[in-house]
């Protein structure tokens, strides 16, 4: 289950400025949406729950979205707000060159709220899958993430990924948002690079897990190096976890990647595989989002996924993956694999 906002992407024709392309090819981008349609296309039962307006676009994401199997029943329309949409650069978001501009003010999705989106259908889960962009749209989807991660009974496991987004918010509130609403989750992604930009928290993995004691389980990714990903609370001065080094990948665009580790990590913990094996198949499904242009990728069938992750540590290492790697019974650019 996954609740937030998806729009309408407008890809660049080629590279250069915004001022100097001249069309744009459309496609659909959203931090929840991309995790739910992961996770169906790789056999897992999905629900997307979200705003869109009564608009050809709203048409456009509900359609694709329910394409890869999501379930999008629980999804509202708006007659009075439309349906947010945003154009980007072709760089990647790192670089200096990179642009974005949004046009999601006042969208549809910013009025979800206590009393505009299913409660009962969102907590119909086992995972509920939510992120720091949605508490950043607008106050009443603040209260909402609030609500959400409250201890409850019966609550469902609550997955948050930090997705923090400085531009977003209209005060300096983000920060302390982000922390309180990942200190009430149960499963918490964020960047070494998020983690010092939105807190001020600087030496690595062990120093965020001092930080954020409270989930049963935190991942905090390291870029190019990979992940690290600790178990159980954190009761002493230094955590217990266990890092996975990514895989090395001939990247065609990096949009979308984290949402897709998400996916890949929550794939593996709904199959109760131990922790180096959820990691790895965040690493994989990471590699399928990097291999591929635009927002969303589908991942490699379970039987690959499932045979790459169980790779000894230096077959791991040897791996090299490039585009179209998911489409082949074995990866076209697997190196040395026994």
Same mark, same amino acid.
């Given at each position: 289950m996954t609740l +937030?906002?998806?729009?309408? *992407?407008?890809? =660049?024709?080629? =590279?250069?400025?915004?001022?100097?392309? =001249?069309?744009?090819?459309?496609a659909i981008g959203g931090a929840e949406s991309n995790v739910a349609c992961a996770l169906a296309a790789f056999g897992h039962t999905a629900r997307w729950v979200s705003r869109v307006g009564a608009d050809g676009f709203g048409d456009h994401l509900v359609e694709r979205i329910a394409g890869y199997g999501v379930d999008v029943t629980?999804?509202?329309?708006? =007659?009075?707000r439309p349906t947010g949409v945003y154009f980007r650069t072709a760089g990647d978001r790192g670089t200096g060159a990179h642009e974005v501009a949004y046009y999601r003010a006042g969208s549809a999705a910013s009025a979800m709220s206590l009393t505009t989106v299913d409660l009962a259908a969102v907590r119909a889960a086992r995972v509920l899958h939510l992120s720091g962009i949605t508490a950043a749209l607008s106050d009443d989807c603040r209260e909402l993430l609030h609500e959400l991660t409250a201890p409850a009974p019966g609550r469902p496991t609550v997955s948050f990924d930090v997705n923090h987004r400085p531009g977003l918010w209209r005060d300096r509130e983000g920060g302390r948002v982000l922390l309180e609403l990942a200190r009430r989750a149960d499963i918490v992604f964020v960047g070494e690079d998020e983690a010092e930009e939105a807190w001020g928290v600087t030496g690595g993995p062990d120093a965020i897990r001092r930080e954020l004691p409270e989930p049963g389980v935190l991942v905090v990714k390291q870029g190019e190096k990979g992940a690290t990903a600790f178990e159980g609370r954190c009761t002493g001065e230094r955590g217990t976890g266990t890092f996975e080094p990514a895989l090395r990948t001939a990247v065609v665009a990096t949009t +979308?990647? +984290?949402d897709a580790f998400a996916a890949g990590f929550l794939s593996a913990t709904l199959? +109760?595989? #131990?922790?180096?094996?959820?990691?790895r198949h965040g690493h994989?499904?990471?590699?399928?989002?990097? *291999?591929? #242009?635009?927002?969303l990728a589908a991942p490699p069938a379970r039987d690959h996924a499932d045979r790459l992750a169980s790779l000894d540590d230096d077959a791991w290492g040897r791996l090299r993956l490039g585009p179209g790697w998911t489409q082949a019974d074995r990866a076209p650019e697997e190196a040395n694999i026994p």
């Open positions: +937030g906002e998806t729009m309408v *992407t407008f890809l =660049p024709s080629r =590279p250069g400025r915004l001022a100097d392309v =001249p069309s744009f090819d459309r629980a999804v509202h329309r708006d =007659p009075d +979308g990647a +984290g199959r +109760g595989l #131990p922790v180096r094996d959820r990691l994989l499904f990471a590699a399928a989002a990097l *291999t591929a #242009p635009g927002d």
